[in-house]
């Protein structure tokens, strides 16, 4: 039994969705006030908790995420302000993928570079391997996501569970807010050292039939990710400040 289901409230969803924020705060995933996490709320059909449009990743807390519906619009009862154009590519893919109970979006340095690259992730770690055949692509079409792009986009995640946005950023979905966050600190990793090492003309890239055993056997047939690196990112969390959860 994963976290989120473990503990099926909003309350505790709030919480991990907090954390998530404030550990990609502190890993510098963060773009000043843009890019979002998002998630369902239990119990709620097609309404989903977001950040607050204006307020930085290292601020999030519990209480401030807002809540909205799948349009992107901020429900009854509450203050503060949401980028409805902002969760246009959440909306997309929540409503295409019931599965994917978290949606991660982010504008991260490594992760832009790769997907401004003509091959994409290429097989140079283990990081990587993990991806091939895993591995969705989306070409830039402008800032605004409208209908026609948002389908197009949801066909090119497919059921993969990552995708890179070509000359814009990551996106990661997972059953879970746990599973969402690992899947993309892998990427975002393989991304990182992808740049790395085309510094370096000499790459030792393994033989095809290495790459796929080891992209199968990093798969695992599915199996939900997360679970055991979820309770330690979150004594980390506990360690440097526990106000995420206020």
């Known amino acids: ?4 289901q473990a503990f099926n409230s909003e309350q505790i969803v709030r919480t991990h969705l907090a954390a998530c924020y404030r550990l990609c705060a502190l890993n510098q995933w963060d773009d000043l006030i843009y890019t979002h996490i998002s998630a369902t709320i239990p119990g709620e059909p ?9 307020m930085q990743f290292d601020e999030i807390t519990a209480s401030s995420l807002l ?15 949401v980028n409805p154009t902002g969760f246009a590519i959440h909306g997309a893919i929540h409503r295409a993928r019931p599965d994917a109970h978290c949606v991660m979006h982010l504008h991260n340095t490594a992760g ?6 003509r091959d994409g992730l290429l097989p140079l770690s283990q990081h ?3 991806f091939m055949g895993h591995l969705g692509y989306h070409d830039y079409e402008g800032l605004a996501l409208t209908k026609s792009e948002g389908a197009r986009l949801v066909s090119n995640l497919g059921s993969h569970p990552a995708m890179l946005l070509r000359n814009h950023g990551t996106l990661t979905v997972g059953r879970t807010i746990a599973e969402a966050y690992v899947v993309m600190a892998t990427l975002i990793k393989a991304c990182e050292i992808q740049v790395a090492a085309l510094s370096s003309p000499n790459l030792i890239t393994p033989e095809p039939a290495i ?14 990710e997360g679970i055991l690196e979820w309770s330690a990112l979150l004594r980390k969390l506990d360690r440097i400040n526990p106000n995420y959860k206020t």
């Open 1 to 4: 039994m994963s976290l989120d």
């Open 46 to 54: 097609d309404h989903y908790l977001i950040n607050p449009f204006g």
């Open 67 to 81: 809540k909205v519906n799948v349009q992107g619009e901020l429900l009854p009862g509450q203050s503060g302000m």
């Open 112 to 117: 832009i570079a790769v997907s401004a690259q």
């Open 128 to 130: 990587a391997m993990r």
């Open 211 to 224: 790459i796929t055993k080891a992209a199968a056997d990093l798969h695992d047939a599915g199996a939900e």
